[in-house]
């Protein structure tokens, strides 16, 4: 087995200062617990650690500039890491672990590290507890309050931020336990979260006021098994990925109209199988989808297809109208968009890369780059800005 210094050598030899890609840069969370084994997901004898990879989006094509050890899980939506809107500071949410018990399972985790992004290389400086199997994790576009999912307990974790430093400030019970809350995401004005939840196919509306953090007993239903979520710049509109039952069926993504009052889902259109991650583009103009397309599947299964899709819609008020489309990876999970939006980025379980594809306003384009990470790329995110 090579050493984890060895792993890390190629990344640690091209660091650079993390402020030479200031406002720019993506960070990937790789999972090195699990691997895909002909449809089946398998735990890892004595696995490497997990990592978290900094990717610099100003070089062409885009390059990992830093790679550190932090505990990372693919279970849960491809959001279980979120970045401050200063790019300090990145929080990440490892949802499972290796069973202390029983080191052929997984078990639920419920820690969340806190890693400062501007010290070179980048280092862990605290691991706080959330609750059960934390999630999708997001920040306000102030950079004062982070929240966590936790699909273990039915609930989300709030914590404060204050320069470096993340303090927990207390838990709101969504639903019960089996509702197995995935993300949530704030909207830009700070005041709103919505949260989905895939146990019970609802999407739970909080007020935030502060550090005060409710339930407002307000739920949406926009499909089956409602997973990722985001919300646009200018807070018009959320999108939702409803998963389904991963039974080769095609499934959905709902739009949320967050102006009506109340709000309500407006729009579903069938995407394909799974899926998983969902971004708008910095402007809101655009929205990516990720789907498996039955990438995960068994070699011999009817819904088995040898490649994932990234597919790309243009945002119309409250309509969405499809753009282009792009082979992706096998078991795909994050995306995460340039600023200039001409860089769109996929993170793949399979091969352990994050994927580059180049849109030019008219098609989507894979040149063939691939940015190879330490593990399975589990989640992908970059800064929501003001």
Sequence with gaps: MRSLTRLLLPALLTLIPTSAALGQIAVSVNDNKVMLVNGAVQVVQNPVPDTMTVIDLKASPPRAISEIPVPASVVGPPFSVAITPDEGLALVTSNQKIDPADRTKMANDNRMAVVDLTSNPPRVLATLETGAAP???????????????????????????????????????????????????????????????????????????????????????????????????????????????????????????????????????????????????????????????????????????????????????????????????????????????????????????????RWDDVSLKDLGERIKVNGGSAALRTADKP
Aim: aromatic content about 4%; proline content about 5%; cysteine-free.
């Design 135 to 357: 999630a999708g994790v997001s920040i306000n576009r102030q950079g004062t309050l982070a929240l966590v999912a936790n699909r273990g307990d039915g609930s989300v974790s709030a914590f404060t931020i204050q320069g470096k430093t993340v303090t927990p400030v207390g838990k709101v019970q969504v639903g019960p336990n089996n509702s197995a809350p995935a993300h949530v995401a704030i909207t830009p004005d700070g005041k709103t979260a919505l949260v989905t939840r895939d146990g019970d196919s609802f999407v739970s509306v909080l007020s935030i006021d502060g550090t005060k953090v409710e339930y407002t007993k307000r739920d949406l239903t926009a499909g089956i098994r409602p997973y990722g979520i985001d919300i646009s710049k200018d807070g018009s509109v959320a999108a939702v990925a409803n998963i389904g039952r991963s039974s080769g069926d095609t499934d959905t993504v709902s739009l949320i109209d967050l102006k009506a009052n109340p709000m309500r889902v407006v729009e579903t259109i069938p995407v394909g199988q799974s899926p998983e991650g969902i971004k708008f583009s910095p402007d809101g103009k655009l929205l990516a989808v990720q789907v498996h397309n039955g990438s995960n599947k068994a070699k011999d299964s009817p819904f088995f297809n040898d490649a994932g899709k990234l597919l790309l819609y243009r945002v119309d008020g409250t309509r969405l109208i499809g753009l282009a489309a792009a082979w992706v990876g096998h078991w795909g999970q994050g995306i995460a968009f340039s600023p200039d939006i001409k860089t769109i980025l996929v993170g793949n379980m399979v091969e352990r890369d994050v994927q580059v594809l």
